[in-house]
């Protein structure tokens, strides 16, 4: 089963809202990942949130982190058609080891009409 | 700083032939991934190598699927016989530098007929 899950599995919105992405797990970790792909395309990382973290902001995105009940949104403010794109979290699992092997949920297809 | 290489970009064969996909990861990474991404799901973890040992293989399909990565750099993932349940993306993935940041090549689309 997967690691994580993201909510909602669709989201669409307007040019210029907030898009709010939600990720749940179900075991102890070491960090959070979100990625992005669009279609046809590989994963690209955007941000990496360690589980003694609580927020993290990278330009126009801000992670949250609640490890008490494991879980992490991903908002992007001031969206763009551009940011149309699937959304995925990825847990790397607290396994008393330094390699990172992350599991990934089904992501969230995030549409932002102009 | 040029990425992880894949090829082939797409692949069409029937059920029961063979396939071979190859990734060329960032250099210097230590770490390479095969991920197999199925439509409309997330990728999901085959095989981990560090530098040219297995570090995970628990989710590789072993009487089909087999990985290698002889020298430590490029790797070569095969299947032998395809089914149709198959058909995915396979991207490879690797890391380096203690970040814990994947970097993803393109993908091989293959479609199994």
């Known amino acids: 089963s997967q690691q994580g899950e993201e909510d909602p599995q669709a989201l669409s919105i307007q040019e210029g809202e907030n898009a709010t992405m939600n990720c749940s797990y179900k075991?102890?970790?070491?960090?959070l990942q979100w990625y992005r792909q669009n279609s046809g395309r590989g994963l690209v990382h955007l941000i990496l949130?360690?589980?003694?973290?609580r927020e993290k902001h990278s330009g126009r995105l801000r992670v949250t982190l609640d490890t008490s009940k494991k879980s992490s949104s991903l908002l992007i403010t001031a969206s763009r058609a551009a940011d149309t794109a699937s959304y995925f979290c990825?847990?790397?699992?607290?396994?008393?080891?330094?390699?990172?092997?992350?599991?990934f949920g089904r992501g969230t297809q995030l549409t932002v009409w102009p | 700083e040029a990425g992880v290489a894949q090829s082939p970009r797409y692949k069409i064969i029937e059920k029961r032939q063979s396939v071979a996909f190859w990734c060329n990861p960032i250099?210097?990474?230590?770490?390479l991934y095969w991920y197999q991404q199925i439509l409309g799901q997330g990728p999901k973890l085959l095989i981990q190598?560090?530098?040219?040992?297995?570090?995970?293989d628990s989710q590789l399909p072993k009487d089909r699927f087999s990985a290698e990565r002889l020298k430590g750099v490029d790797s070569t993932l095969k299947i032998q016989p395809a089914k149709l349940e198959d058909s995915a993306v396979y991207l490879c993935?690797?890391?380096?530098?203690?970040?814990?940041?994947?970097?993803f090549g393109e993908g091989s689309r293959l479609t199994v007929l």
């Open positions: 993935a690797s890391s380096g530098g203690g970040t814990g940041e994947l970097f």
């Open positions: 075991t102890s970790i070491n960090n």
């Open positions: 949130i360690r589980s003694n973290e």
């Open positions: 990825a847990t790397d699992l607290d396994r008393g080891s330094t390699l990172g092997r992350l599991y």
């Open positions: 250099s210097g990474h230590a770490t």
């Open positions: 190598f560090q530098n040219n040992g297995v570090v995970d």
